[in-house]
């Protein structure tokens, strides 16, 4: 009997998601005959049966989920807020650009009339 055991971590947001994935043969299936690397078709599908087995949400996993979703409402306004922000600063820097051009526009006028 063989046990394969993978641990594999994910970016999800704030947290890591981690799980553990346990493989093994039926008990009661006789042992087979094993197949050479060369032997393996691209198109052939593996025999045998697999399990994913998922372990239950610690605490922290479910206070973090809990804690997310309450305050799911809030992140929306406050990323609203920070684009209309957004454009009303870059609107006000393109006014800016534009009062400093006419500025040195007119001063370099009256300094031609001179």
């Not at 994910?10 to 042992?31: E, I, M, N, Q, R």
């Not at 050479?36 to 198109?43: P, Q, T």
């Not at 399990?51 to 990323?79: D, F, G, N």
């Not at 454009?87 to 006000?92: I, K, Q, S, T």
């Amino acid at each position: 009997m063989f046990k394969v055991i993978q641990r594999s971590v994910g970016p999800a947001s704030l947290s890591l998601l981690t799980f553990k994935v346990y493989a093994a043969p039926k008990k009661d299936s006789p042992p087979k005959n094993s197949v050479k690397v060369d032997e393996l078709s691209l198109y052939s599908v593996p025999e045998g049966q697999s399990k994913y087995v998922e372990e239950a949400r610690s605490q922290l996993e479910e206070s973090i989920s809990q804690l997310r979703h309450y305050c799911e409402p809030y992140t929306t306004w406050c990323q609203t807020a920070m684009t209309i922000s957004k454009m009303h600063l870059l609107d006000f820097f393109r006014d800016l650009v534009l009062l400093v051009l006419l500025a040195l526009l007119d001063s370099f006028w009256l300094e031609v009339q001179k």
